[in-house]
T-cell receptor, first 110, second 113 residues
Framework: TQLLEQSPQFLSIQEGENLTVYCNSSSVFSSLQWYRQEPGEGPVLLVTVVTGGEVKKLKRLTFQFGDARKDSSLHITAAQPGDTGLYLCLSNFGNEKLTFGTGTRLTIIP | NAGVTQTPKFRILKIGQSMTLQCTQDMNHNYMYWYRQDPGMGLKLIYYSVGAGITDKGEVPNGYNVSRSTTEDFPLRLELAAPSQTSVYFC????????????FGPGTRLTVL
């Protein structure tokens, strides 16, 4: 079973600060997606990365896919309360069975 | 489009009871998935389907069964409910390959007492 480890598990920071969360595996990702889940709802896709070294930006969010395709990071600049949620990475390791990461629960304090 | 719909939203079962969680999507997606999410945790794949008539086990299939007789519907069956199956269940669908965007339903919160 391939594992996706996310760190940190919990993060609580003040509004306006920057932060980075990580998603790591011992296996090579075929592709990787980041989702955000708000309480009482299903996850919503933020981005898909497929190429080693790829960097994608979505407003204040920057996603990076490691060169070796075994890790990914999500950086948020000037965090806002609306960024609060559970951030999940999702990968398929070259097959149809999808694996979610353990999740990072982010709280932005106004 | 309604997207992915799930019923019921909430359910309490007694140990040993059975039930079916319904999932329907109106986006003509070929891939459909069932996940469970335990409190404070990520999602774990129970079963998935790549098209009508085809299903396969995910990471945690024990205690569950699925069927996919149509493109739109992907029900999840619990035959003998156990307290360990207390969780929130999410159904999702995607178009094309597994790397396509997954669209999630609102979830079913199940408690087994």
């Amino acid at each position: 079973t391939q594992l996706l480890e996310q760190s940190p598990q919990f993060l609580s920071i003040q509004e306006g600060e920057n932060l980075t969360v990580y998603c790591n595996s011992s296996s090579v990702f075929s592709s990787l997606q980041w989702y955000r889940q708000e309480p009482g709802e299903g996850p919503v896709l933020l981005v898909t990365v497929v190429t080693g070294g790829e960097v994608k930006k979505l407003k204040r969010l920057t996603f990076q896919f490691g060169d070796a395709r075994k890790d990914s990071s999500l950086h948020i600049t000037a965090a806002q309360p609306g960024d609060t949620g559970l951030y999940l990475c999702l990968s398929n390791f070259g097959n149809e069975k999808l694996t979610f990461g353990t999740g990072t629960r982010l709280t932005i304090i106004p | 489009n309604a997207g992915v719909t799930q019923t019921p939203k909430f359910r309490i079962l007694k140990i040993g009871q059975s039930m079916t969680l319904q999932c329907t999507q109106d986006m003509n997606h070929n891939y459909m998935y069932w996940y469970r999410q335990d409190p404070g945790m990520g999602l774990k794949l129970i079963y998935y389907s790549v098209g009508a008539g085809i299903t396969d086990k995910g990471e945690v299939p024990n205690g569950y069964n699925v069927s996919r007789s149509t493109t739109e519907d992907f029900p999840l069956r619990l035959e003998l409910a156990a307290p360990s199956q207390t969780s929130v269940y999410f159904c999702a669908s995607s178009y094309g390959s597994p790397v396509g965007e997954q669209f999630f339903g609102p979830g079913t919160r199940l408690t087994v007492l």
